[in-house]
């Protein structure tokens, strides 16, 4: 039969053995958030080919490392002035609405 103090002493021991196992699972993992893209930067091969959209991926701890960038469209106001043929002057804007194309590696 097992005692009352062998029953503690085995409770502790798999409860740290759970929180190093869930410490350990967390190292692993990484989030991308909605309008973010992300590559990963390995310590041995350098920066790889893969892009990885929004969700939870997986990563070598301690050699890999996710760089997370932003994708969402981005609005660029430029401003323009010209001349008509009355010898008035136009000012226009432009709006421009641009992001990255996380497919190209350029």
Request: glycine share 10%; charged share 20%.
């Amino acid at each position: 039969t097992c005692s009352r103090k062998q029953a503690v002493v085995s409770t502790q021991s798999t409860g740290g053995f759970g929180a190093i196992g869930i410490g350990a699972i967390s190292q692993c993992l990484y989030n991308v958030d909605p309008g973010e893209a992300a590559i990963i930067f390995d310590k041995f091969v350098g920066v790889k080919s893969n892009v990885y959209g929004e969700g939870t991926h997986m990563k070598i701890p301690f050699i890999q490392e996710p760089i997370i960038f932003d994708i969402k469209s981005r609005p660029r106001s430029v401003p323009v002035t010209t001349g008509s043929k009355d010898l008035q002057t136009v000012n226009l804007t432009l709006r421009i609405l641009f992001h990255p194309d996380p497919t190209t590696s350029e």
